[in-house]
């Protein structure tokens, strides 16, 4: 009830919490409802985390106010240590007075631009991506970071469709926050035995409703089903490869690094993807993460033996080794 968005954040939600427990609350909720895939809640969390925040700050300083107060209790939230959260309940207290030093050493903190307060500034990201594809963050949760970013302007991609619910959530996020957002849908057509790279995006300023219509236009919508077919093409391809790592590449790199990487489960990769659509980048990813506890073991066990002369035994385990700090996902 403390989300209510009927409910003004200085009324009488005040008798019930104070101000710092409601944007805790806001901030956690927001975080739960990314694993429960609901996005009406996450709007409210992010409306109200939006009003409480901003109506919050009693200076001039109101909207690097508001972007400082929601760094912090992002962090809160997160900390395991009681003694660190309550240096940063401190600092979030202190903070919430909006003291230009405070703010501006807060800004330093968490590497935040400071910005106008007529919340004018040229500050764009023309390419970014979601939960839906190969980010991490839900819609909601990408629009407030980038608005504690200080980022006016947003264009976010998605893979050969749309769908309305993704397109909802994304446009209602940024009308809460006054932020411009673009929809960018990325085609990948053959020309000339090559693969291009085409992107349809919106027009700038596109109200909900109107491109939830362009959605429902009958070409439109046969349009974004064969893109759908495409996706769907698209992971099976990542699964063969999935297949062929565990069968051919997987034994390689055992032998290559003295290592024992045991087959990959193809269950948990597929849930470590969540709600958005495979891709190499998240196998990668995923190989990556298996990989490195055995290459820390493996590094430990090598160190006994860098006392060594430059022996042509030494000099091995050092390219080893030097292979082992290379091999980022994206090399994988």
């Not at 909207?63 to 240096?87: C, F, G």
């Not at 939960?131 to 991609?157: E, F, P, Q």
């Not at 073991?297 to 002369?309: I, K, T």
Request: net charge positive; aromatic share 8%; with cysteine.
């Amino acid at each position: 009830r403390l989300l209510a968005p009927t409910m003004h954040p200085r009324g009488i939600k005040e008798m019930a919490a104070t101000r710092g427990l409601r944007i805790a609350y806001a901030v956690m909720a927001l975080f739960r409802s990314l694993e429960r895939g609901q996005a009406g809640e996450r709007l409210s969390c992010l409306r109200a985390l939006h009003e409480e925040t901003l109506a919050s700050a009693h200076t001039h300083l109101r909207m690097n106010t508001a972007r400082v107060l929601l760094s912090i209790m992002k962090e809160m939230v997160r900390e395991a240590d009681e003694t660190a959260r309550l240096k940063l309940a401190r600092a979030f207290r202190m903070a919430a007075a909006g003291k230009p030093r405070v703010i501006a050493a807060q800004m330093t903190k968490y590497h935040l631009v400071e910005m106008p307060e007529a919340w004018n500034q040229l500050a764009f990201d023309d390419h970014v991506h979601d939960a839906n594809t190969k980010g991490r963050k839900s819609a909601t949760h990408l629009i407030m970071d980038a608005w504690i970013k200080g980022i006016r302007r947003l264009t976010v991609i998605y893979y050969n469709y749309v769908t309305k619910e993704i397109a909802e959530e994304l446009l209602e996020a940024a009308e809460i926050m006054g932020m411009n957002v673009r929809i960018g849908i990325e085609f990948s057509p053959r020309f000339r035995d090559r693969y291009l790279k085409l992107i349809l995006g919106s027009r700038e300023n596109t109200d909900t409703q109107e491109y939830l219509r362009f959605l429902a236009d009958p070409q439109v919508a046969a349009f974004m089903a064969e893109g759908q077919k495409v996706s769907r093409y698209h992971q099976r391809y990542v699964l063969r490869v999935f297949e062929s790592f565990n069968g051919v590449h997987r034994l390689a790199l055992n032998e290559r690094f003295g290592i024992r990487l045991e087959a990959l489960d193809r269950e948990a990769f597929l849930a470590s993807i969540g709600m958005g659509q495979a891709s190499l980048l998240h196998l990668g990813k995923f190989i990556h993460d298996e990989l490195q506890p055995l290459f820390e073991e493996r590094a430990q066990h090598l160190a006994a033996y860098c006392a060594l002369p430059g022996t042509p035994e030494r000099l091995a385990l050092d390219a080893v080794v030097r292979d082992m700090n290379e091999l980022t996902h994206e090399s994988v």
